[in-house]
T-cell receptor, first 115, second 115 residues
Framework: GAGVSQSPRYKVAKRGQDVALRCDPI?????LFWYQQALGQGPEFLTY????????KSGLPSDRFFAERPEGSVSTLKIQRTQQEDSAVYLC?????????????FGPGTRLTVT | QKEVEQDPGPLSVPEGAIVSLNCTYSNSAFQYFMWYRQYSRKGPELLMYTYSSGNKEDGRFTAQVDKSSKYISLFIRDSQPSDSATYLCAMSGDAGGTSYGKLTFGQGTILTVHP
């Protein structure tokens, strides 16, 4: 009965480096969301997958951000040429069905610090 | 102006007090209203959700939604030190549309319940 897991839990990157953040959703969950939470703020939506299809990427802040979920389970959020403003906690959430707002289970997040 | 406004506090109350947390919003398309609790360095955990207007009670927690005023509240009765956390309101449109269940969060209110 594992929940959503994310790795690494903490990542320090030098400005300009590429990073990859991993999310393992709850087994069998169709929907997967990525959110970005800046210090002292609420999470902000980045992108949404329904199985392997990325149906909404309207929240990705720039073309340096890329997400994939090739087999409909594990997802990776990649940030190229990291900038200081990318420092935040990146949260992944999954839900059993598509489009359900009220049953998203969140992982612990990956705290990214760009120096 | 943000779609969802939440007073960040911080709010400090004595054990046993009734706590009132509130959010206002501007998007009339929101139909699902959630309250999450987030402990330090953890992901958000769903406390309660309400669909459309009305009240919902779960133990010491009561959620209220007034769509005519675009105002939602969470009440915590007999507050305990273990309730000390950040409380986030979150909202979403109908699942059938293009919202896909993505959540729009408030900033979060930091609550401390002291013994």
């Amino acid at each position: 009965g594992a929940g959503v897991s994310q790795s690494p839990r903490y990542k320090v990157a030098k400005r300009g480096q590429d990073v990859a953040l991993r999310c393992d959703p709850i087994s069998g969950h169709v929907s997967l969301f990525w959110y970005q939470q800046a210090l002292g703020q609420g999470p902000e939506f980045l992108t949404y997958f329904q199985n392997e299809a990325q149906l909404d990427k309207s929240g990705l802040p720039s073309d340096r951000f890329f997400a994939e979920r090739p087999e409909g389970s594990v997802s990776t959020l990649k940030i190229q040429r990291t900038q200081q403003e990318d420092s935040a906690v990146y949260l992944c959430a999954s839900s059993l069905r598509e489009g359900t707002a009220y049953e998203q289970y969140f992982g612990p997040g990956t705290r990214l610090t760009v120096t | 102006q943000k779609e969802v406004e939440q007073d960040p506090g911080p709010l400090s109350v004595p054990e046993g007090a009734i706590v009132s947390l509130n959010c206002t919003y501007s998007n009339s398309a929101f139909q699902y209203f959630m309250w999450y609790r987030q402990y330090s360095r953890k992901g958000p955990e769903l406390l309660m959700y309400t669909y459309s207007s009305g009240n919902k009670e779960d133990g010491r927690f009561t959620a209220q939604v007034d769509k005519s005023s675009k105002y939602i509240s969470l009440f915590i009765r007999d507050s305990q030190p273990s309730d000390s956390a950040t409380y986030l309101c979150a909202m979403s449109g109908d699942a059938g549309g293009t919202s896909y269940g993505k959540l729009t969060f408030g900033q979060g209110t930091i609550l401390t319940v002291h013994p």
